[in-house]
T-cell receptor
Framework: SQQGEEDPQALSIQEGENATMNCSYK?????LQWYRQNSGRGLVHLIL?????REKHSGRLRVTLDTSKKSSSLLITASRAADTASYFC?????????????FGEGTQLTVNP | NAGVMQNPRHLVRRRGQEARLRCSPM?????VYWYRQLPEEGLKFMVY????????ESGMPKERFSAEFPKEGPSILRIQQVVRGDSAAYFC??????????FGPGTRLTVT
């Protein structure tokens, strides 16, 4: 079964609005990470949240983690056109600790100027 | 401090040829990971290596694919006798602690 599923698949908002993306996973994790990928480019690491953390902030980014629901959310506040990209969550599962990240299918965010 | 380097960035091969993808990890990183991304999909884990050792290759296709990370030089992902279905972006990542992985820009392989 798919680990790390993002919701929604695509999101289109106006500049200045907030964008919220959700991620669900199925197994126990050590940590969960969010990445951004601009079209045709590599991945940029945004933020890592450990399993014993509930919330983390980095600039305009806010990540929450609910291990009881096996879900995480990424909030981008005051969005900009430059935030247009695909966003992926990735989990580092306890059973394969450090061996791999399991990525979801991503959320395509479009921020309209 | 250079990031993860991958080359070539774009590679075109005809069916049946071999593809060699190179990855130089960040300085001081001894863990290397390879992932494959098909169009419109997320990344899928292929293999995890440390210097001279394959730690986890559970994501590698059983045939035609191999990976190495020698004592000296970059990590190599080798695909023999490529087929159209191998067309994808191949990303390498490295880490020092097996936690936060830093990704390279990827190699886009096109099989014609």
């Amino acid at each position: 079964s798919q680990q790390g599923e993002e919701d929604p698949q695509a999101l289109s908002i106006q500049e200045g609005e907030n964008a919220t993306m959700n991620c669900s996973y199925k197994t126990s994790i050590n940590n969960l990470q969010w990445y951004r990928q601009n079209s045709g480019r590599g991945l940029v690491h945004l933020i890592l949240i450990r399993s014993n953390e509930r919330e983390k902030h980095s600039g305009r980014l806010r990540v929450t983690l609910d291990t009881s629901k096996k879900s995480s959310s990424l909030l981008i506040t005051a969005s900009r056109a430059a935030d247009t990209a695909s966003y992926f969550c990735a989990t580092d599962a306890r059973e394969t600790s450090g061996s791999r990240l399991t990525f979801g299918e991503g959320t395509q965010l479009t921020v309209n100027p | 401090n250079a990031g993860v380097m991958q080359n070539p960035r774009h590679l075109v091969r005809r069916r049946g040829q071999e593809a060699r993808l190179r990855c130089s990890p960040m300085k001081g990183h001894s863990h290397v990971y390879w992932y494959r991304q098909l169009p419109e999909e997320g990344l899928k884990f292929m293999v995890y290596l440390q210097k001279e050792n394959i730690i986890d290759e559970s994501g590698m296709p059983k045939e035609r694919f191999s990976a190495e990370f020698p004592k000296e030089g970059p990590s190599i992902l080798r695909i023999q006798q490529v087929v159209r279905g191998d067309s994808a972006a191949y990303f390498c990542a490295s880490s020092s602690s097996a936690y936060e992985q830093y990704f390279g820009p990827g190699t886009r392989l096109t099989v014609t």
